[in-house]
Structure formats: structure tokens, C-alpha cells
């Protein structure tokens, strides 16, 4: 079992910068593909950016086009933190922000439904 806690949300303006983390339970954090998602209110839930596991210590990054550029996605293995960098907000970033893992590596890490384990989300509104 994993248990995800996401924190470092908050209302910010657009061009502002946040940082979200997601402490994770479990002894296989180091071999867990991680991902952030984000749902905006009457939106479906929709990938941001995942770390996936290849293997050993090996990771590669994947971010949803609407992101990539100005949000980065990294992991402290020491510490069971994935953490989401994001720069440059927008209005439309406003969402409840999720963190989610899946043991082991997946070649569907866009999808929510490759993920096991999710957190309770946290709030980012971005005003205009």
C-alpha cells in the first residue's frame, strides 16, 4: 500500500512560480513511476507530467504539450518526494492538482487509469 500526500498548492498570479510535493509512503519508492495530473472544475482529469521508472535508477520524463517547457518534474528517492515545478502560470492551470504512482514502469503513464495510487489532490488557482 501507498499512501500519497501532496502539499504546496495555493492561489498564485498568472506568471508566478509554484513548487508541489508529494510525499510518499512505501518501501519502493525508487521503482515506482510517479505522475502529476490536474482537473480543472467540469474538466476530466488530465496528465501533467510523469517520472517514469526504466529500471535501476534510471528515470525519462514525459510532459503534457500544454506544459512542457515550463513545468519540471523530478524526484528525491531519499526522501519519497516527486516534486512538480511550475513557472510561468496561466489561468488555465487552475486546478486541483493529484499526485499517482504505479509500481514499477508503465508505458501508459498518461493515463489515469495506469496509476494505482493517488493523492487527495491539492488547489492551484491562478488568477488573472
Known amino acids: 500500500q501507498v499512501q500519497l500526500v501532496e502539499s504546496g498548492g495555493g492561489l498564485v498570479q498568472t506568471g508566478d512560480s509554484l513548487r508541489l510535493s508529494c510525499a510518499a509512503s512505501?518501501?519502493?519508492?525508487?521503482?515506482?513511476?510517479m505522475g502529476w495530473f490536474r482537473q480543472a472544475p467540469g474538466k476530466e482529469r488530465e496528465v501533467v507530467a510523469a517520472?517514469?521508472?526504466?529500471?535501476?535508477?534510471?528515470?525519462?520524463?514525459d510532459y503534457a504539450d500544454t506544459v512542457k517547457g515550463r513545468f519540471t518534474i523530478s524526484r528525491d528517492n531519499a526522501k519519497n518526494t516527486v516534486y512538480l515545478q511550475m513557472t510561468s502560470l496561466k489561468p488555465e492551470a487552475t486546478a486541483n492538482y493529484y499526485c499517482?504512482?504505479?509500481?514499477?514502469?508503465?508505458?501508459?503513464?498518461?493515463?489515469?487509469?495506469?496509476?494505482?495510487?493517488w493523492g487527495q489532490g491539492t488547489q492551484v488557482p491562478v488568477s488573472s
Open positions: 499517482a504512482a504505479v509500481t514499477g514502469r508503465t508505458t501508459t503513464s498518461r493515463l489515469v487509469y495506469a496509476y494505482t495510487y
Open positions: 517520472i517514469i521508472w526504466t529500471g535501476g535508477n534510471t528515470y525519462y520524463t
Open positions: 512505501g518501501p519502493t519508492f525508487s521503482s515506482t513511476t
